[in-house]
């Protein structure tokens, strides 16, 4: 039972890390993804230098 509890439990484990996992990503390709549309939106204009 105790190698069955052991096993269940790395399964469990690993499903948690890979949705831990998943969940980083997803929030890190929201956060590109966002972070370009905003400078689609504003582009980046450089200052301009008075002369």
């Known amino acids: 039972m105790r190698q069955g509890v ?3 439990s ?3 484990v ?4 890979a949705l831990t ?3 980083a990503i997803a929030t890190t390709m929201v956060a590109v993804l966002g ?3 905003v400078q689609q ?6 200052p301009q230098t008075l002369e």
């Open 35 to 37: 972070v370009l549309d």
């Open 14 to 17: 690993a499903t948690a890390v």
């Open 41 to 46: 939106r504003n582009p980046y204009r450089p």
């Open 21 to 23: 996992a998943v969940a």
């Open 10 to 12: 790395a399964r469990v």
């Open 6 to 8: 052991g096993a269940t």
